[in-house]
């Protein structure tokens, strides 16, 4: 009998990947496309019912075990509905009716994409043998999955896991959320370049700006990574302020949730050593010895495709 | 067949409660007693002997259940041993074995006490109606147990639950744990009277100090709601300052685990709208609106009998 495979499909408000899968979470064929202009619903699922066509022409259909879906934004997973998405301009959207009427034999499953990465961050990294385990993304924004006890934890009401919304300076900027000082406005890729954009306009970051060719919109965080390596000392600065709030913030909820691994994605992320270091050193510093001791901080191997394996391995 | 009961113990630094306890948390007789001198284990294991042989007078050793003791500090649940409690100055204490050196044939479980004040939130104040609650402990220090999925959470190493070393400020007081700015620096019992000690050492809080008949010694939660609801300005910010405060990090808990309900208990809870309504207003300020409408937070009607109540459930 043939293996069995499974689609998994991650939505983001710039790009679209489809993928077919193992059932450990291998991908087998990958696709990319930008998201349809305004990323009108129907348009995203025509492009997800034409590119699944290609990528099954040379696997039968009985042998799909399901497609399951990441989206971004808050989804309502039983009833598969994106419930409301700034990143999409969705609001409502039932997504799996959607596309069910495309794929009538086929199970179907919608699920926030946080959630979708952190389930691949747990079966195809931690394969499984750990209990509880937070996945941080750290891209335009900082959003975070939860397994605990083993199990996608997605709370009371589906909206669980808002880790860049938590508050690391209660009195610090205004949130688009409508809090203050969160975690998001200090260490996401939007963060860390505004800051870099600020110093330009006062006459610093002279270095930095030569390596994006002058031009402040090319700065992003392969640059400021390498301007840290070349020894700039503002990026440096900001790569170890970086690493220690986002340690104060793990610091309280490895003191909260003790989970056995932290697994970091995202743009952000991969600067590596220059932000895990002074983050393992604040949770040494600011987390109880035992929690601290029993996790885990690792840099995804996946990254970029922890959200397409995780929704494809959802489908099981 | 007469009902089947439990025994719960309550083990804290200053005092212990007994008590034969119903399947469903009612309790049926209770005992308290002062922690013995200095706490020696083989102390409180013999006065835990005696005195359920007076609870069980009555009653047949056949009808009970199994025995579940809650005590304060970090446990090893598997194990039944108290890794270490500096309220009651243990490390390393094998408790269940003790124990079972004496209660041959009894089914014993050891617990953290805010593992099982949480349990008995859920049982017996929720009954069981959501999946995941808080239950955090506003005493002379803070601390939190998490029902998730409608399961006591523990964590990797049994540690979960510190809500009250969380990061509130950064760079606030530091904390004896080590970390800077810690929840409990700021909304403990403790935190609150030391506060308006120094009120008093410059000059203010003389109504205060009258209310505590002059002695600062005698200054407590109660002496600061009666302040408060007689009109004293310095008490009523102290409680509004305690309510937004404990709400910030409870916002950031909401935005992240979105639980169905908090349940506040200990001394400091116990002055109901003082701290609840600063609270509930920060939450619906800071929190996404989905989570924070999730949440319901609330007194708990047991309280200072959350402990041995959970302790007694944990034997089913």
């Known amino acids: 009998m043939p293996e069995k495979l499974s689609i ?47 990528l099954l022409q040379t696997v039968g259909p009985r042998h799909i075990q399901g497609m399951g879906i990441g989206a971004a934004g808050d989804v309502d997973q039983t009833r598969g509905v994106v419930r409301i998405s700034p990143n999409l301009g969705w609001k409502n959207v039932p997504l799996r009716d959607l596309l069910r009427r495309r794929f009538k ?21 931690a394969k499984r043998r750990v209990k509880n385990l937070l996945c941080v993304t750290l891209g335009t924004g900082v959003g975070s999955g939860l397994i605990l006890n083993g199990k996608l934890y997605r709370g009371g009401s589906g909206s669980a896991g808002e880790l860049g919304h938590m508050t690391l300076y ?7 959320c409508g809090n203050q000082g969160c975690l998001e406005r200090y ?15 006062t006459g610093h970051g002279k270095r930095i700006l030569r390596l994006a060719q002058n031009d402040p919109a090319r700065i992003d965080p392969i640059v400021l990574e390498t301007a840290a390596r070349r020894g700039d000392g503002l990026a440096q600065h900001l790569w ?23 697994v970091l994605a995202g743009g952000v992320s991969r600067a590596g050593d220059l932000i895990l270091t002074p983050l393992r050193r604040t949770i040494q510093e600011r987390a109880f010895e035992a929690p601290a001791q029993c996790v885990k901080i690792v840099l995804s191997r996946l ?14």
Chains 1, 2 share one sequence.
Do not use: M
């Open 8 to 54: 998994g499909v991650d939505l983001g408000g710039t790009g679209i990947k489809i993928a077919l899968l193992s059932r450990e979470g291998q991908i087998r064929k990958l696709l990319k496309f930008s998201t349809p202009w305004k990323a009108h619903p129907q348009a995203v699922v025509e492009l997800i019912v034409e590119q699944t066509g290609t």
């Open 105 to 125: 034999k086929l199970s179907l499953f919608v699920d926030n994409d946080a959630n979708a990465a952190a389930w691949a961050a747990y079966i195809v990294e």
């Open 170 to 176: 209660p009195e610090g900027s205004l949130c688009a």
């Open 187 to 201: 260490v996401s890729a939007r963060a860390l370049v505004e800051h870099v954009r600020r110093a330009i306009e």
């Open 240 to 262: 170890d302020q970086a690493g220690e709030r986002l340690g104060i913030v793990l610091a309280s909820v490895i003191n909260l949730l003790n989970p056995e691994w932290i």
């Open 303 to 316: 990254d970029q495709d922890l959200g397409v394996v995780g929704a494809g391995l959802l489908a099981w």
